[in-house]
């Protein structure tokens, strides 16, 4: 008797499978990169004064989100899935990180679309961006974003909605059921909607390039004149480039009246050759990161929406774990790319490292020829 009882007990649970050991070693990737990435940026753009502009603020708010997600949210999945893919905290603890997870995705879709538009205003409409576009402006937009996003994510937390734990996703986040069992349709569109836009700016701004790809730079070229009096087509014009370039005589032209004097703030009210490849290459940096979020959170939306729609089914597992698994990867790539595209940025990192500075050649001694 003593031995069936013994025979009918429960054996010590077994070492964890491969596929455990993998899974941790790739999100521990995730996490390191992801901190390091973000945070070498975020220190980067903070410290260097020549990136205080209004692109590098919102990469900045957008790095700083990505950190806090890898460093807060993360954490909690290593421990499920060490854990056998279970929950071991409080229901309340899995709500605020449902929550976290929700208002990190809605913050990135909203900063994109709203880094679109600027991009959009910085080509077809510079002078406007230039001298509205300041600090306080882009504290103003950032609030906005935050603002929107909480307002997204915060109704599920009076259960308007389910934030619970997905044995499948071995994470906490937003139940997606059928549509006629919660309001997770209104979710899921509103998402569409924030990336469908912002491809839409990014597509008009493409447009405006390709209408103006033959723009000539503005000629500063000094015009002979007797008190600011020229003739023909674009007089006007040459009188203020004339007088902004240093080359003015007598009294200030009427059409420069409301401009500071400052010549670097009047510089940059305008638009050169120069400044027009800068700003086409930020907007290629930022678009590459929003193609890289609509390509890393599709495959997860796809899944959501396919449970909003169709009762009753059943997603393959493996397509569940890479789409989830895709969706954890976006917070570490934003940096890779902002290092490989951005010549500013690189040139920052590469003067703050200590491997990659390059030292002043020696002066040469002095010599005479016998």
Request: charged share 15%.
């Amino acid at each position: 008797m003593a031995n069936a009882s013994e025979a009918d007990e429960p054996g010590p649970p077994g070492p964890p499978p491969a596929s455990t050991y993998a899974k941790l070693l790739l999100l521990g990737v995730i996490i390191c990169v992801s901190l390091a990435g973000n945070l070498a940026l975020a220190l980067l753009v903070l410290k260097e004064r020549g990136l205080h502009r209004a692109p590098y603020y919102f990469l900045l708010d957008l790095c700083l989100a990505d950190a806090v997600r890898a460093a807060v949210c993360f954490p909690f999945v290593l421990v499920s899935i060490r854990q056998g893919s279970a929950w071991t905290h409080s229901p309340l603890g899995c709500k605020v990180l449902a929550f976290l997870a929700v208002l990190f995705c809605f913050h990135a879709a909203f900063l994109l679309f709203c880094i679109s538009v600027t991009r959009y205003m910085a080509v077809a409409h510079h002078r406007f961006y230039a001298k509205r576009m300041t600090l306080w402006a882009c504290v103003a937009v950032i609030c906005m974003v935050w603002t929107l996003s909480v307002a997204m994510a915060f109704p599920p937390v009076f259960d308007v909605g389910t934030y619970k734990f997905i044995r499948e996703e071995e994470q906490c986040i937003f139940e997606h059921r059928h549509l006629k069992a919660n309001d997770t349709l209104g979710f899921m569109l509103m998402l569409a909607v924030l990336v469908g836009a912002t491809h839409a700016v990014y597509g008009k701004l493409l447009c405006f390039e390709y209408r103006h790809r033959k723009m000539k730079p503005v000629q500063m070229v000094p015009a002979i004149s007797q008190n600011w009096t020229f003739h023909g087509p674009g007089a006007t014009g040459q009188a203020a480039a004339n007088w902004i370039a240093g080359f003015g005589r007598g009294p200030m032209p009427p059409t420069l009246l409301g401009v500071r004097q400052n010549g670097h703030a009047a510089n940059r009210r305008l638009l050169g050759m120069e400044e027009f490849k800068a700003e086409k290459r930020l907007g290629k940096m930022f678009y590459v990161i929003t193609v890289l979020f609509l390509l890393l959170w599709s495959p997860y939306i796809g899944a959501c929406y396919w449970r909003v729609f169709v009762k009753a089914c059943s997603i393959p597992h493996r397509y569940l774990a890479t789409a989830v698994w895709m969706s954890f990867a976006q917070a570490a790539v934003n940096p890779i790319v902002c290092f490989l595209l951005n010549k500013e940025l690189k040139k920052g990192l590469a003067a703050h490292v200590p491997c990659r500075r390059t030292e002043p050649p020696l002066p040469r001694e002095p010599y005479c020829v016998m």
